[in-house]
């Protein structure tokens, strides 16, 4: 999966960290999908204020909205290193509007109508750098995004794929970069290579120093067990309910109806002058 990042088309982001560098990756991708590689130095003149015409007149975005003014019809790969400093240089709007327009160049034939080929923009973000505004704007645009870690020294990536109508992918694959950035998949750190904690060290009972207890004694268990408590119906309230013993005395009620009541069975509302 690592390796057909770039056939996928669209937007994909290398979220790195401090501790988990993602440019060795960057250049893996970019060497295993270049034939043609154009380059763009904007960290050395930026604003191209030394005159030499080596970088485009609108800068950073000015090299990207030429992209979408080209005339070859092939595919093409977008590195972009990184977009962490475009962001910190330029409107969170702005740069969203012009690599959504990038990365959707193939959807927008030109002018004679012949198709035009995928555009894949490849970016690397430094997570750390940013707040979740400015990510959350970037990941609502990414079609895939690529998550850097890893545990004792084996690198990861956990690639989350986005695609219209289909369901969410989301795999982790672990990798390594060769000295010649040829990019060598692998197979994840075995259970039994992963830290565990040290024997020698007792476990600590998080119910060691509670204000109270958490167990029951068997005395106390069996007194539990013999308890009926009021609301449940035993058998025996209910024998007693439906077969009173006859040396128990059963009660009558009395009733002797006065001058007021109403005895009349065909007529009960009389008395309401309705």
């Known amino acids: 999966m690592l390796d057909s990042l770039l056939a996928l088309g669209g937007l994909v982001l290398l979220r790195d960290s401090v501790e988990w560098e993602g440019r ?13 590689l154009v380059y763009h130095d904007f960290f050395r003149d930026p604003l191209n ?3 030499t015409g080596e970088a485009l007149p609108g800068g950073p975005l000015g090299a990207l909205r030429a992209m979408c003014n080209r005339t070859d019809l092939g595919p093409v790969t977008i590195a972009l290193d990184s977009l962490s400093w475009l962001l910190l240089h330029l409107p969170c709007t702005t740069l969203c509007q012009t690599l959504h327009t990038v990365s959707h160049q193939d959807s927008c034939p030109p002018g004679d109508g012949s198709p035009v080929g995928k555009v894949h923009v490849l970016g690397l973000l430094h997570e750390e750098l940013h707040g979740p505004g400015p990510m959350g704007a970037l990941s609502s645009l990414a079609q895939t995004e690529v998550t850097l870690g890893g545990i004792m020294g084996q690198a990861s990536a956990r690639i989350l794929c986005r695609r219209p109508r289909q369901r969410p992918t989301d795999q982790t694959q672990w990798f390594s970069i060769l000295p010649d950035f040829s ?30 207890n958490l167990h029951l004694s068997k005395k106390e268990r069996e007194a539990r067990d013999n308890l009926t408590l009021p609301f449940q119906f035993s058998s025996e309230k209910q024998e007693a309910l439906l077969r009173p013993r006859p ?3 059963t009660s009558h009620i ?21």
Do not use: M, N
């Open 24 to 36: 060795s990756l960057l250049k893996a991708l970019v060497k295993k999908s270049a034939l043609w």
């Open 49 to 51: 204020w030394s005159k």
């Open 183 to 212: 990019l060598d998949l692998q197979e994840g750190p075995s259970i039994e290579s992963q830290p565990h904690s040290d024997p020698h060290i007792p476990p600590v009972d998080p119910t060691a120093h509670l204000t109270f």
């Open 254 to 274: 009395f009733y002797e109806p006065d001058a007021y009541d109403d005895l009349d069975q065909e007529d009960p509302d009389d008395d309401l002058d309705i």
């Open 247 to 249: 040396s128990q005395a």
